[in-house]
């Protein structure tokens, strides 16, 4: 066997290494999580408020709580981060300009996320008055994952062949319905693979909203925008270090933290789907 061949063979063993590494851990984080939380799983569980002092009844609040933090906020922020990257890739001039705004969102990508709740606080619970609320934290949230979305669409529409772009120019179509009806299209599978990362990142944040939407306790489910929620992340951190009754709040730590990955996996499960399903239909 030539050296060429031999360093082919045990570079791809390396990688292969790397990813069998990076797999287990996956699988005994993900076994843990099921082996410490399926315990306590049950209809009551998912349905039903908690009580005595949350060493009893369900999570139903912090579930709707977590939804709706992160539709609301992937809502705002996916049409933000779109024409953001649609300005970014297709008008973005002067190049100084475009080069500063590039900067700005490479580096609130690398911001930790407790500052994103330090600024959600002084911004929109303080300054603008909108309370400790759902709406203060889905805009925080929104902000978190804009540099996700924005950097995921604009590589989308640029990884878009210029022969489309070309032809469409070519048969009479404006640069506005060049971008609606062939850029956006074509991209909007990649759109979605960033919008499925953010998800992930938005639903699982604990930082953001303990300073501007998430409460303690509540039996009550949010009847506006404006009223404050209970979330599974910032659950599983209360019954884990305010809590004063380990024994029957750790139990149920893990299992709102299974919760929480099935919610997550079941939402990107549906982003999943409608990005092949549109890749199914480019297809055709």
């Known amino acids: 066997m030539s050296i060429r061949k031999l360093r082919n063979h045990l570079g791809i063993g390396i990688l292969g290494l790397c990813l069998g590494i990076t797999s287990l851990f996956l699988i005994v984080f993900i076994a843990r999580i099921f082996y410490k939380g399926f315990g306590v799983l049950s209809w009551e569980f998912v349905s039903t408020s908690p009580r005595d002092a949350m060493t009893a009844g369900g999570i139903y609040p912090a579930i709707v709580g977590t939804f709706w933090l992160t539709v609301l906020s992937i809502g705002i922020a996916l049409p933000l981060g779109v024409f953001t990257a649609i300005y970014l890739a297709c008008y ?19 911001i930790p996320s407790i500052i994103y709740g330090l600024f959600g606080m002084a911004i929109f ?7 400790v609320s759902l709406l203060s934290g889905s805009l925080t949230l929104a902000i978190l994952a804009l540099p996700i979305i924005i950097n995921a669409s604009e590589e989308a529409i640029r990884s878009v062949p ?10 009479g179509a404006t640069e506005r319905q060049t971008i609606m009806r062939v850029l956006l299209p074509t991209a909007l599978p990649n759109i979605l693979t960033g919008a499925i990362i953010s998800i992930g990142r938005v639903a699982g944040e604990t930082a953001p909203i303990m300073f501007t939407a998430a409460t303690f306790y509540s039996r009550q489910l949010p009847k506006s925008v404006m009223n404050e929620v209970m979330a599974l992340p910032y659950h599983i951190y209360a019954l884990m270090t305010e809590g004063t009754h380990a024994q029957e709040q750790v139990p ?10 099935l919610l997550v996996l079941t939402i990107s499960a549906i982003a999943i789907y409608i990005r092949f399903q549109i890749r199914k239909k480019r297809k055709w």
């Not at 619970?125 to 309370?131: C, R």
């Not at 149920?252 to 990955?261: D, F, K």
Request: proline share 2%; hydrophobic share 60%; no cysteine.
């Open 92 to 110: 973005g001039k002067p190049l100084w300009f475009v080069h500063m705004v590039k900067i700005a969102i490479n580096t609130l990508a690398g």
């Open 125 to 131: 619970v303080n300054m603008l008055k909108m309370d």
């Open 162 to 171: 210029k022969d489309f772009r070309d032809a469409s120019m070519a048969l």
């Open 252 to 261: 149920i730590a893990y299992g709102t933290a299974l919760i929480l990955l």
